[in-house]
Nanobody, 122 residues
């Protein structure tokens, strides 16, 4: 079992920036990728970004590519999401997730954090 704890959400104006972090603990040796998903009210959960734990190869959803940057700190078992040029449509609950291999679909992630709220005001 892998435990994930997100931090860094909050309220920001459009055009601003936020940085989310996710700390992993437990059976982290089983993790080969960590990703971020988000869910807006009344919407399905959406893929945001993921990063391969060892190679650092990263993928991004179309709506955030060029504005968001994912990174990882292997020594701390942490993954971060730097979000720049935020838009109101980026509002939602952001979830950190861990997977045994890199993937962009949520059903392949087997550990999830509780989520952190990001609100972008216009």
């Amino acid at each position: 079992q892998v435990q994930l704890v997100e931090s860094g959400g909050g309220l920001v104006q459009a055009g601003g920036s936020l940085r989310l972090s996710c700390a992993a603990s437990g059976r982290t040796f089983s993790v080969n990728a960590m990703g971020w998903f988000r869910q807006a009210p009344g919407e399905e959960r959406e893929f945001v970004s993921t990063i391969a734990w060892h190679s650092g190869v990263a993928y991004y959803g179309d709506s955030v590519r060029g504005r968001f940057t994912i990174s990882r700190d292997n020594a701390k078992n942490e993954v971060s999401l730097q979000m720049n040029s935020l838009k109101p449509e980026d509002t939602g609950v952001y979830y950190c997730a861990a997977a045994p291999f890199i993937a962009t679909t949520e059903d392949l992630y087997d550990s999830w954090g509780q989520g952190t709220q990001v609100t972008v005001s216009s």
